[in-house]
């Protein structure tokens, strides 16, 4: 039989494989889900920022977000 040894080789080698094939099917919707960001407006500058990245202020049921702290503290709310 001189098949045996190809089988265990292909065994081993899903064997292997596996782990890695696991690794990219979670790390994939990680990504997708991190990539697409929304821009919002700071409302003391204009400045457009990266939601992800913004400083958040939740006033009054409505979040507010702004490019730095210096722009949050400056916000009056009105
Ligand atoms: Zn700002």
Redesign the pocket.
């Known amino acids: 039989m001189r098949l045996l040894p190809i089988l265990l080789l292909l065994v081993v080698a899903v064997v292997l494989l596996l782990p890695l094939l696991s690794r990219i099917r979670l790390s994939a919707p990680r990504a997708r889900r991190t990539l697409p960001d929304e821009l919002v407006k700071?409302p003391?500058?204009?400045?457009y920022?990266v939601k992800s990245r913004a400083v958040r202020r939740t006033d009054a049921g409505q979040v507010r977000y702004?490019?730095?702290e210096?722009?949050a503290r400056l916000d009056t709310g009105a």
Do not use: P
């Not at 003391?44 to 400045?47: E, G, K, L, Y």
């Open positions: 700071d003391v500058c204009q400045t920022v702004f490019c730095s210096q722009c």
